[in-house]
């Protein structure tokens, strides 16, 4: 009797599934068509040997273990499809003798030195081939080439390396960074950075993929070094001696091979894995941390990690020196004239309630704001959030989303219903055509460049960048389109007359899905080509060319960021973009509709959950009495009906005497701010200022309290990223002295007011939600168990939502609507301010630094913020790199170094948003606000330049050791090129 | 006016180790400690923590003379492995605990010994040494009390 076998293939989006059957060493099984035949084995429970493959980067071809016999002839495993009726013998002489050379060959460009090597941590994917292969000897041949140590983050070490290609596939075709290959024409080969540089002087942007794949010790993250084994902490040279000897002394490994089994497993009890999610950007990489004690150890992000696979950038891989700083909060600190003292959580937060209710009673709840943090958890927002409501009774509550994507928020709520990404980053891998606006999406969301980058080598999809930045991405860009600074939405609005003009418009999709179109048609009117052309600077050809190229598309995404909402304008453009997509029916379907890409880890998370002034959780609104009556009963009190304060208008608050009080989490509000002087100004101002915070930032210099948090690490609870997928995070250690999670610290305040929470954990506090907000109904911690994810909104019975709109759009007759978006004049350059100052992340830190400042190493990579100007306006000005600037506008002046670029043109500048001193740009950002969202206009920013002249040291303000010097060394191809090495003489290409 | 300050009054560095939260353990944990101090004494007797403190402190060396032994042995039998990682466990600081756990076991079966009184104990508590020593063996110390109430 044949016995069929189905399996339940998890993690994966097969969709319709059909299966094919095979006929597996004498046994019947079903496996999903079109699966590779070695996946296909490995779930069925067949095994085959196999380094080189990877689930995510597939098929690689190098490493020659996983031949098997198909219908009589020997192929790779790994690179077959499976197929009807195939007959696979998986154990045949011939396959066995095949793999075993192919091991030899393997083991001679690697020494088993397992006892003493950091990776044997019982996944070593080489050791654990040769122990269940029953491998007994090996002859090693050291290859003449040096460690090389030149990374900040991570070793390279040839001798090791058995050249299996993964890091270069990772590199090459994953994150698309093109840094590595295998150079299979020295000999020995190995893998080189660029054209064979050092790492640290090479292109390399230390996103730590290649050390995640490795399947060996060869690529290796040096906190791992002398940390991770018990036997591990050796100098290079006596490890040397140490091996050579047992190698001598030792001809048969199995039981080497064994003892360091039995070492590895000794070692799980000191290193402890814990799932957790990214606290930089909103991608929202999860990865298991690996950690001894409070050492981190390393960053291992999973093939099943939903949003990145095995990518990070370098801050989520390497980016965590900060959670172990010394100057890290930990206990609560009260003001005491001009210093703080320390004090106890009692003497605290009974401080804060006194405080707090005093000003309540004498001013009123609306002379209090509270601020939630943007990387703190869901459940904390919620908690903030209704602190606010429910315990102080004010609608004042707001997130950091008001600097960035408010604006985005809005132009979505008004077209499409719901403030949030259209589908997730799969959709823009799967488009036809991608168009990024004001997104630096290589550096502000590198892990989602880099699929863009893949579907763009791999598969052709078009891509169109629009920015004022010639950045990484438009190296890629079939078309780019640069308007001048906050005039994109003449470019979108033309984009779509023209659309209009040539009937290219999607009819049936307007005429079934949407209202109002004749209104915006009419509307769109004066944006001819001519007009466009004179507004934003762009060559009507390149308007007629995207138009073109939108008509062509079956299918477009775009993504767009803060270089459109942090405009005046910000609002209005995004809805314009979101008419463009309506216009062309790019809603509802897959590889269809609108991204913000969204910046902080969880401002998606805060915004979703509650933390804004108009909306309770789930984007219900406070002015809508059923609503509040639901919340009410939930809540058991009387809730503020009348929206509150953003955060930007808590600012003015404070300084026309409206606002007394301020409670911020986690938020560097001086920083982050525009018009850093009155932010200053109204901090010093405001009678008590509560700052809950990781570190002594800038802001909590101003407080009267401040009370010592946990980072991310250190507590549980959920983030939501850019694409609305709500994931987990797991505590892997306990915060530091007394500091504690948010959730635990409002909660406490909230008691002392009065409010009675007894939240014990998270957990808790989520099914509260899911029990009160409509999005989270099906939201629940056994659902989020490990690596997976719920998009919002989720249905009571946990069917979610990875694509929105596929049927109606959300709004009450299910139709999207048209809505005419208004042109708002940017501020322009004049005779006096007559340079232009964008502003933005740069790759390697986050936002305002207080995180990766932290950080040896990136400090090391980028030790300051400096100003990029093109070489012709270099030239103008007389400046070099390494001179210093006075960089002057109309609100305040900014000191510092200068960087000759051809990232920027013209006359526009750039200069990142990590200055903490002299540098700090919102020195220079004025008051003009978007007037809907209110978020600050912090990209229209005209300056003046001079040079700083007198004694200074002038230096590059970036080392030698930073990629950008080395870019255009980059050696771009696809995959390893494995036929270079069948090629090569030394390889007998592995026959029957 | 509340003007910006980093300025931060820490209160002295408590003592780091609280002699009387010390005391409280050893109290509630009177079973487990009586039963530590035998496999300390154990532990002495047969010269394993005298060697144990010397291969931690001479790690590197160690591994250096072994490595040259090793090598100047030339190809010999497996039981020259063998030896190498038995005296690399012991050498660790794990191996420390796990001679420590099997040697409690022995300890418990070996009869019984007059453990030290507290009193003796808690003079020899105010020498330095002994402070810093304390740090390392109160963590055995509490593994092995919670483990006797499982
Ligand atoms: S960019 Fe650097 S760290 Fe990232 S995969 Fe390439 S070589 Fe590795
Ligand atoms: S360094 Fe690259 S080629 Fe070498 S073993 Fe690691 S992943 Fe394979
Ligand atoms: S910062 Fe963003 S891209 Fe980088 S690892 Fe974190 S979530 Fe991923
Ligand atoms: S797994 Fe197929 S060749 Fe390596």
Known sequence: ?992 | MAKPTARVERKAEEPTLDLDTLVKQFVSRQEAFNEFMDVIQLLHERGILSALKAALERYEDLLGVLADWLNSMGTQSPANLLELVNTLTKANIRGLSSIISAASKGAATSGNKQPPSLEGLLKSLEEDDVKRGLWVVIQVLREIGSSSLE
């Not at chain 1, 004090?343 to 000003?359: D, F, K, N, P």
């Not at chain 1, 059923?626 to 929206?643: D, N």
């Not at chain 1, 995070?729 to 007894?758: C, H, R, S, T």
Request: with cysteine.
């Open chain 1, 1 to 992: 009797m044949v016995v069929v076998e189905i399996f339940i293939w998890f993690g994966e989006d097969w969709g319709a599934v059909s299966f094919v059957n095979l006929r597996v060493n004498g046994r019947s099984i079903d496996v999903p068509a079109g699966a590779p035949l070695l996946v296909s084995l490995e779930r069925s429970g067949v095994y085959v040997p196999h380094v080189c493959y990877n689930p995510s980067l597939g098929a690689i071809q190098t490493c020659d273990l996983c031949f098997v016999e198909v219908d009589g002839q020997l192929v790779r495993a790994c690179s077959t499809p499976v197929r009807e009726g195939m007959v696979v013998d998986t154990e045949t002489p011939r396959v066995t003798s095949v793999r075993k050379a192919a091991m030899d060959r393997i083991l001679t460009n690697h020494n088993l030195y397992c006892t003493i090597c950091d990776n044997n941590n019982g996944d070593c994917e080489l050791h654990n081939t040769v122990a269940r292969m029953g491998v007994r000897n090996q002859s090693f041949k050291s290859k003449p080439y040096p460690v090389d140590s030149s990374n900040p983050f991570y070793v390279y070490d040839p001798n090791q390396c058995i050249l299996c290609g993964r890091c270069v596939e990772a590199c090459q075709d994953y994150v698309v960074n093109e840094v590595i290959r295998i150079d299979w024409s020295l000999n020995p080969p190995r893998v080189v950075w660029d054209n064979n540089s050092p790492i640290g002087q090479s292109s390399c942007v230390s996103c730590g993929t290649c050390a995640t794949v490795c399947p060996v010790d060869a690529i290796m993250e040096k906190s791992m070094i002398g940390e991770a084994g018990l036997f591990t902490r050796i100098k290079p040279e006596t490890r040397g001696k140490l091996v050579g000897a047992l190698k001598r002394s030792e001809t048969d490994i199995s039981f080497y091979m064994l003892t360091s089994d039995i070492e590895a497993k000794l070692r799980s009890t000191q290193i402890k894995k814990t799932k957790t999610v990214c606290p930089f950007c909103a991608v929202g990489c999860s990865f298991e941390v690996w950690t001894k004690g409070r050492k981190i150890l390393k960053v291992e992000p999973k093939s099943e990690s939903p949003a990145n696979g095995v990518a990070t950038c370098i801050k989520g891989k390497f980016g965590w020196d900060f959670v172990n700083s010394p100057e890290r909060l930990t206990k609560p600190l009260i003001r005491e004239g001009d210093h703080f003292r320390e004090a106890s959580w009692e003497e605290a937060i009974s401080l804060v309630a006194r405080r707090l209710t005093e000003i309540k009673h004498k001013h009123g709840p609306d002379a209090i704001g509270v601020i939630a943090t943007c990387t703190g958890t869901n459940e904390e927002a919620y908690l903030a959030q209704k602190l606010a409501r429910a315990v102080i009774g004010t609608n004042n509550v707001d997130n950091c989303a008001r600097y960035c994507q408010a604006p985005a928020t809005t132009g979505l709520f008004r077209t499409v219903g719901i403030g949030g990404d259209s589908g997730t980053m799969a959709d823009t891998e799967k488009a036809d055509l991608v168009i990024t606006f004001g997104s630096n999406t290589a550096e502000a969301h590198p892990v989602w460049a880099g699929k863009l980058k893949r579907a763009k080598k791999l598969r052709g999809q078009k891509l169109i960048v629009v920015d004022v930045k010639p950045h990484e991405m438009v190296g890629w860009a079939d078309l780019f389109i640069s308007p001048h600074p906050g005039t994109d939405l003449v470019v979108v609005n033309a984009i779509a007359k023209h659309i209009v003009d040539q009937g290219w418009e999607d009819r049936e999709f307007i005429e079934k899905r949407t209202v109002n179109f004749e209104a915006y048609r009419k509307e769109l009117e004066p944006f001819t080509l001519e007009y466009a052309e004179r507004v934003t600077g762009v060559p009507r050809e390149l308007i007629i060319r995207a138009a073109t190229m939108i008509h062509e598309a079956r299918s477009v995404c775009a993504i767009f960021a803060m270089g459109i909402t942090q405009h005046q304008n910000g609002s209005e453009t995004t809805t314009a973009i979101s008419d463009l997509l309506l216009l062309t029916g790019n809603y509802g379907r897959p590889g269809t509709g609108a991204y913000p890409a969204r910046g902080h880890a969880n401002v998606q998370g805060t915004s979703d959950f509650g933390a804004l002034p108009t909306y309770l959780p789930g984007y219900e609104r406070v002015d809508n009495p059923k609503i509040r009556e639901k919340y009410e009963k939930a809540w058991g009190v009387k809730l503020p009906m009348t929206p509150g304060l953003t955060s930007t208008e808590m600012v003015d608050a404070i300084l026309d005497g409206r606002l007394r009080a301020m409670y911020i989490m986690g938020e560097d509000k001086v920083l982050a701010d525009s018009n850093q002087q009155k932010v200053g100004e109204a901090l010093s101002k405001v009678e008590f200022l509560v700052v809950q915070e990781l570190f002594l930032t800038r802001t909590a210099q101003y407080a009267d309290v401040i009370l010592p948090a946990a980072a991310s690490l250190e507590k549980d609870g959920t983030f939501v990223n850019t694409e609305r997928r709500i994931q987990r995070l797991y505590k892997a250690f306990d915060p530091p002295g007394e500091a504690k999670a948010d959730w635990e610290i409002i909660q406490m305040v909230a008691n002392a007011m009065g409010a009675g929470w007894v939240y014990t954990h998270p957990m808790e506090i989520m099914d509260e939600v899911a029990g009160v907000a409509e999005y989270f109904a099906g939201v629940s911690y056994e659902r989020l168990e490990g690596f997976r994810s719920l998009l919002w909104p989720v249905k009571k019975d946990g069917a979610d939502s990875p694509l929105l709109y596929t049927d109606r759009f959300e709004f009450p007759d299910g139709r999207a609507r048209f809505h005419v978006p208004k042109w708002i004049e940017p501020l322009g350059s004049t005779t006096q301010y007559d340079m232009y100052l964008d502003n933005g992340r740069v790759l390697e830190h986050f936002h305002w630094g207080n995180l990766t400042w932290r950080s040896k190493g990136i400090r090391e990579l980028v030790p300051e913020a400096y100003i990029e100007i093109s070489p012709e306006a270099a030239q103008r000005k007389g400046l070099k790199t390494g001179d210093k600037v006075l960089v002057k506008s109309r609100v305040g002046r900014v000191v510092a170094g200068v960087m000759v670029s051809d990232r920027v043109s013209s006359n526009r500048l750039y200069i990142g948003l990590h200055g903490q001193g002299d540098d700090a740009v919102n020195q220079l950002t004025g008051d003009e606000r978007d007037p809907t969202s209110k978020t600050p206009a912090y990209k229209e920013l005209p300056v003046s330049v001079e040079k700083l002249e007198g004694e200074y040291e002038r230096r590059a303000p970036l080392p030698v050791s930073n990629y950008r010097h080395h870019v255009k060394s980059r050696v771009s191809q696809v995959g390893v090129k494995v036929e270079e090495k069948w090629s090569r003489a030394d390889y007998a290409q592995v026959k029957g």
